[in-house]
């Protein structure tokens, strides 16, 4: 059974990604079955994109041994995780696939690690000798340049441009547009607000706004 984690606007939008990678594949439509949410969520419409929504616990009780392939379309790095563990805590048996859209430009060469739960929007370009590490999320039309790390669970927000030899710690959070100048390294857990550009190692985990960007928090 395959389902997505989340409902908002951004599952909408990953959705739409995971149709386009079926289409891409030219065999017959494999939908989704279930909109998991959590249960402090309101339901507001129990369909989505003509699929069912429904609560966590309701899924996991009705569903205690499935077979699950999962995709967690959650912008949050921190809720991300929450998520997963989650998951893995109701049932060992979960598939996480990477979902990349077949407009991504990318060195297939063997020269960029994808891992398991990574999602990479549409219009991005990911030059070479790259490392996505699991559930790291690239939202549509960034750039990522030569020889960066980018460490599980961190999202980059979409217009973000990672330089060279740059590397991200886990759970970052790049708000739209940051820039990342090269040969940069960001502290695990890092907020850089929209519109930042950062031009010096973040060694501080905190939220950093502005050109240049500065700690605010
Ligand atoms: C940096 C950020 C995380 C701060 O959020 P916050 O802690 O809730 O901060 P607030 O919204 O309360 O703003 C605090 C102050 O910082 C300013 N500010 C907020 N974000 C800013 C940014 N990215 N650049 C410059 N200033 C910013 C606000 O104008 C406000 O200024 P003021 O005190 O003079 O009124 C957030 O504003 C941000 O940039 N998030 C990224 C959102 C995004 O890109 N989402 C992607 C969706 S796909």
Redesign the pocket.
């Known amino acids: 059974m395959k389902v997505f984690f989340g409902a908002s606007g951004?599952a909408k939008e990953i959705y739409w990604l995971y149709k386009r990678q079926q289409q891409a594949k030219q065999q017959p439509f494999d939908d989704i079955e279930y909109f998991i949410v959590s249960d402090d969520e309101i339901i507001s419409s129990h369909l989505l994109k003509d699929i069912k929504v429904i609560h966590e616990s309701v899924f996991f009780n009705k569903f205690k041994k499935v077979d699950l392939i999962a995709y967690i379309a959650i912008?949050s790095p921190e809720i991300r995780k929450v998520i997963f563990n989650k998951v893995l805590n109701w049932n060992n048996n979960v598939n996480f696939p990477s979902l990349v859209d077949p407009s991504v430009i990318m060195d297939n060469d063997g020269a960029i690690k994808i891992g398991q739960g990574a999602i990479i929007c549409a219009g991005n370009i990911i030059t070479t000798d790259i490392i996505i590490d699991d559930f790291v999320h690239i939202?549509i039309d960034c750039t990522i340049g030569h020889d960066v790390k980018i460490a599980s669970f961190s999202?980059l927000?979409?217009g973000c441009h990672i330089s060279g030899n740059v590397n991200i710690g886990h759970s970052v959070?790049?708000?739209?547009?940051?820039v990342i100048l090269e040969e940069i390294s960001i502290a695990n857990n890092t907020?850089?607000?929209?519109?930042?550009v950062v031009t010096k190692d973040i060694s501080v985990t905190g939220?950093?706004?502005?050109i240049p960007a500065k700690r605010?928090?």
């Open positions: 951004f912008g939202n999202t927000s979409p959070f790049c708000g739209t547009g940051a907020i850089i607000g929209a519109g930042a939220t950093y706004i502005g605010v928090k």
